[in-house]
């Protein structure tokens, strides 16, 4: 894709990866994009770089509206290969560049590059870059996601370059969200903004509160927001914001996810009971069986979702290691304001089940318990257990919704 002027003389000089389905091991099936931004001022300047294999991308669309030796100054807000991996390529154009960067960033690029040629500012929250007409404004996000993290706003055109936060894992042809959505849907750009948020910053919603907290507290008009991935928030930027700050609060839709995985067909079967009894009590119901959904996916319905149940046959007296996976995974994004449960089938000893609800506690979930248990394979009068399960289950996620209604 070609350079696109966001704003006056400020370019997208990104790439688009149609072709990524393995992200770091979150499954992408629409592709990624890898964005920076070229400033053509009185003092060139690029913020970020991209993924190391689109290096000679982001060079040639350097090339299209400048010769990218004049380059003087290389803004690096995150270290993370997708961005950074890129850095030692574009600094063989420009050796005599300075790159403005944080303290944690610059000793993690330490860690990838030899850095010992390069010029570096290190810079900290409130500190400026003037390029000439424009001033570029430093804002520190460490631990969104990366200790190294941080933002760049240009108040003169009221941009803010926010690195991946705001973005989304979409190849797309469109740079903004209101171009985008002339082709697909709202809905479309709106599941790519709640997976992302779910897979990468799902643990770091009081962090991103507060970070934006004090961007209204900097008083920065924000007209706006370019993210590192996917479309750039032009149309509706306040839209994303309040998106975020809702997700950080935990929001979900009253629904129920049902995540489970099965051996030969009996925790299965009981999935059939349960979503009619949680369906009989008006509540939105979807079914996911991991090995045939991408774990990222899940994580995305659970998140959607203000209730889940979780299923899994007994294996070795232990969770299946399918379930055992995410409930692990999970445990790392720190979800909160869930209400969870579990069930699963059994041959002999059992363990499954209360594998889980120890996993649940890990959390700090709302639990119902016990969960149910099968023998072998669910009976006519074990179906009926799992339908009346189901109904208790969705009564209490509403009654447990309503607190954040
Ligand atoms: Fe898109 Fe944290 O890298």
């Known amino acids: 894709m070609k350079a696109t002027e966001i704003k006056p ?40 770089t991209v993924k190391h294999n689109f290096a000679q991308v982001t060079i040639d669309n350097i090339r299209a509206v400048t010769d990218p030796s004049k380059i003087v100054n290389l803004v690096i807000n995150h ?22 960067i944080t303290d944690k960033g610059k000793k993690g ?3 990838h590059f030899d850095t010992s040629g390069w010029k570096f500012k290190i810079v900290k929250t409130g500190d400026t870059l003037t390029t000439g007409k424009y001033s ?66 799902m643990p770091f919603g009081t962090l991103i509160k507060s970070k934006i907290a004090e961007i209204h507290k900097l008083g920065l008009d924000i007209d706006m927001i370019a993210p590192d991935h996917g479309i750039i928030w032009r149309g509706d930027p306040g839209g994303i914001i309040q998106r975020y700050l809702d997700m950080a609060d935990g929001k979900a839709d009253l629904s129920i996810a049902i995540i489970y995985d099965t051996m ?72 909160k304001n869930r209400i969870v449960g579990a069930f699963g089938s059994y041959g ?35 179906n009926d257990m799992c339908y009346e399960f189901g109904r208790d289950f969705a009564r209490k996620t509403k009654e447990y919704h309503a607190n954040y209604s």
């Open 79 to 100: 270290i993370e290969p997708d961005h950074a991996s890129g850095i030692d390529k574009v600094m063989s154009l420009i050796p005599d560049a300075t790159i403005y």
């Open 136 to 201: 570029l404004l430093f804002l520190e996000t460490p631990m969104l996601h990366w200790p190294d993290s941080m933002m760049t706003y240009i108040k003169e055109v009221k941009l803010l370059i926010s690195q991946d936060a705001f973005g989304q894992h979409i190849a797309t042809a469109s740079r903004f969200d209101d171009e985008f959505t002339k082709c697909a849907s709202h809905a479309e750009l709106s599941d790519a903004v709640l997976d992302y948020y779910a897979n990468i910053l």
């Open 9 to 48: 003389d400020i370019y997208w000089v990104g790439a688009v990866d149609w072709a990524v389905r393995d992200f770091h091991g979150y499954v992408t099936p629409k592709g990624t994009t890898y964005n920076n931004y070229l400033i053509l001022d009185k003092q060139i300047t690029l913020v970020d």
């Open 348 to 382: 002999w000893g059992g363990g499954a089940v209360k594998g889980a609800y120890e996993e649940f506690k890990k959390m700090k979930l709302e639990i119902v318990e016990p969960g149910i248990q099968v023998k072998y394979k669910p009976s006519p009068e074990d």
């Open 264 to 335: 030969w067909h009996s925790t299965e079967l009981m999935t059939l009971p349960l979503a009619k009894g949680i369906k009989d009590e008006g509540v939105d119901c979807k079914v996911i069986k991991l090995r045939s959904t991408p774990m990222s996916v899940a994580i995305k319905e659970f998140w959607r979702s203000r209730g889940c149940l979780i299923g899994s046959p007994t294996l070795n007296n232990i969770m299946y290691p399918s379930i055992a996976e995410i409930l692990s995974h999970l445990g790392g994004l720190r979800p």
């Open 109 to 111: 690029l330490d860690r």
